[in-house]
């Protein structure tokens, strides 16, 4: 028992159950079913040593029920994880997971802090995705909507190919080009360039390659039909509402934004982000996509060519072409998932690399999922 306890309070100081997040700004909108701001302060601040954590609070809910054992074990269990990989992560890395107002669970380890700002490379895929989105639902565009109505220079080979397939990886435009990161052209100049100096890989929607371009594309229709630069559409339709008022894309060449790979931020504005997913389509009282356009987001549309791919999101456990869990990875190795059947969402953010992680990244996501 002394032992069981000693190993309770060595998690009690790294990690935290039951922790409500921070309170919403009083600029924002107020609504009691979502009022919530989703920080992870724990991981942020020094971590609370033993001899000040409460450990009944901890293990009882209330005076006099029973212990709960299940969910300090899942504490140990992912913590134990967590160290045991550790040089996967470059001994690097921070780990959230929460459900509905509460934080399940949480790691530091590491030189970086909740507001360290990085950069998230595919990870920045789902949150340009969320924007187009906004501009479908205002009635602005339609997914479906061929890219050459907008774009002159795509009436060649690329004139079929529609905003859909570009989000859903299916256009059969090259996964990257010389031109993405170039700080001596605009998006629009990148654009033109994809559009007549590179060949298509396949018929659009015939195949499925993953890449960043087409995200580039979709981004430079949404600047024609609002008449505005991305960075501009970006903070309007989701980065303030979802406290990412700081975050940038591609800040070495902000007049040409890499909207596939480019966003750098903290975990906590990626969490905030990750949370109006999560709640499909509000943060912390504020609506941003309508419910229905997340669920567009997490279904399949690649047309039944590879179903993994929805838009900006991976596809999960797919059962009746309906994903239980939908994730964005990382070249990085920054990690974020939904799990829809047992309603919570994680994110472990880290700079170690892909390769390095994607296995211990998978395995942590089935040990969560095996426990909660």
Known sequence: MKHLIMVMLAVVAISCDGQRNSPKPQELEQDPLNPIDTVCTACKDSTVS???????SIIFEKAGNIPLVTSIKNKITFHNFLRNNSAN????????????????????????????????????KPVTAAVIMTLVEAGKLGLDDKVSKY???FNNDKKEIT??????????????????????????????????RTKLQFAPGKGALYGSVSYGVASRIAEIVEKKPWAQIFQERVGSKCGMQDVVY????????????GIMCSMNEYLRFLTMIYNKGTYNGVRVLSSASVETMEA?????VDQTYGLGLWRYEIQHNVAKEVACLS?????????REKNYYGLLFTQAGFDTTIQPNLAFRKLVRQNL
Not at 95 to 106: A, E, K, Q
Not at 165 to 174: I, K, R
Not at 331 to 339: D, K
């Open 50 to 56: 033993a001899k000040d954590a409460d450990l009944r």
């Open 89 to 124: 992560y470059a001994n690097n890395v921070m780990v959230y997971i929460g459900r509905s107002d509460s934080t399940l669970f949480c790691y530091r380890q590491g030189e970086y802090n909740t507001d360290s700002r990085l950069p998230i490379m595919s990870a920045s």
């Open 151 to 153: 774009i002159p220079s």
């Open 163 to 196: 905003l859909r397939q570009l989000l859903a990886h299916t256009s059969g435009l090259v996964y990257e080009s010389r031109f993405d990161s170039r700080s001596d052209l605009t998006l629009q100049q990148n654009i033109d360039s994809i559009a007549t």
């Open 250 to 261: 591609s800040p070495d060449h902000p007049k040409n934004p890499a909207t596939g790979y």
């Open 300 to 304: 399949d549309n690649s047309n039944n």
């Open 331 to 339: 070249a990085r190795g920054v990690h974020a998932w939904i799990n």
